[in-house]
């Protein structure tokens, strides 16, 4: 076989795998510098100036990080974990990147000016699956212990008032509305009642006030005062994220649920729950969140007083009175 026979078969060879690898007549050899200005000149007219901007920005980025100089120096593989590791990039921004710098390599290709399409092969970034619970569970007493006792001790002026907002929560099962809209004139000590207005649809409804809770409102109680009783600022939801992770509470589990405000209200009823499984002590839970509270079911409400889980003992509650009084804002 002469050298003419082998040249052909050479050149017959390359058609087919020019063919098979969809190649063209561009070379490795051309200049990124020049593949990048041509890119933008072409984008220069189809963007705006703002998204001509971003793209140099992005093609500057990765070309510079690997020191790019010719289409040779090109690998897919170092280009998709130079994008991986900008750190300060969200995903969505890192796969902008991917598809910045895959166009212009198509581009190229189509152009002619490199002999394939050398990053086809770059995966997007798969997007994070974020687990959304929405399901709420109630605290457990170690729970509530740990929230009572961090927000008590936290050394700044609203732990105590975080605090009695806590009780007024677990004590009342009132949302968070009922309870920022209570007010003195809505409490009758002597009869140990506490009126709720409604934060969503319904009727007021009137409970018992718990013992605990009772004498911290005895504290400053003002009959038939507008004067709020619990002072619960517009920050409050952020403060009881605060006081759950001080407290070391996770605040989302998949399994088990999420812990927010309205937690405490779950909270409150499967208190009464289980100080008795009972139908009077579902009924009694019923009545005190959602409709006015029913005289019979005072003898359930006086057993979940008496064997209930009180947070903690009224003598403890006297001496924290005595060394820590609740200060109450003036304002209404």
């Not at 593989?77 to 212009?104: E, H, P, R, W």
């Not at 997007?124 to 008590?152: N, T």
């Not at 589990?253 to 779950?266: N, S």
Request: glycine letters at 4%; proline letters at 4%.
């Amino acid at each position: 076989m002469n050298q003419e026979n082998i040249e052909s078969i050479a050149t017959q060879v390359a058609k087919i795998l020019k063919e098979q690898l969809n190649l063209n007549n561009g070379s490795l050899d051309t200049p990124m510098q020049k593949i990048m200005d041509d890119f933008i000149n072409f984008k220069r007219s189809i963007v705006t100036p703002k998204q001509l901007s971003t793209i140099k920005k992005i093609i500057n980025r990765v070309t510079d990080s690997l020191g790019m100089k010719t289409a040779r120096d090109v690998n897919p593989i170092k280009i998709q974990q130079a994008i991986i590791g900008f750190s300060s990039l969200a995903d969505s921004t890192k796969n902008t990147y991917l598809t910045t710098v895959k166009a212009m390599s198509r581009w190229a290709f189509e152009m002619g000016m490199i002999p394939f399409d050398m990053l086809s092969v770059m995966k997007p970034i798969p997007k994070k699956k974020v687990v959304i619970v929405r399901r709420r569970r109630a605290m457990g007493e170690d729970e509530i212990a740990q929230l009572l006792s961090f927000a008590l001790l936290r050394q700044d002026k609203n732990g105590f008032m975080n605090y009695f907002s806590y009780l007024g929560f677990l004590y009342t099962g009132a949302r968070l509305e009922e309870l920022r809209k209570i007010r003195f004139m809505d409490i009758t000590l002597e009869d140990d009642l506490i009126m709720i207005k409604p934060g969503k649809n319904g009727d007021a409804r009137i409970i018992p006030i718990h013992p605990i809770l009772r004498k911290f409102i005895a504290f400053n109680y003002k009959p038939r005062s507008p004067e709020r009783v619990f002072q619960i600022p517009r920050s409050f939801l952020e403060r009881f994220k605060k006081d759950l992770d001080i407290a070391g509470i996770k605040r989302i589990d998949k399994i088990a649920g999420m812990l927010d405000v309205h937690a405490m209200r779950q909270t409150f009823s499967t208190l009464i729950d289980e100080v008795e499984e009972s139908k009077q002590a579902v009924r009694l839970a019923y009545d005190t969140l959602s409709h006015k509270f029913k005289k019979p079911m005072r003898q359930s409400w006086d057993k979940y007083v008496e064997n209930g889980f009180k947070f903690m003992e009224l003598e403890i509650v006297n001496r924290i009175m005595t060394e820590k009084p609740c200060k109450q804002s003036t304002k209404s």
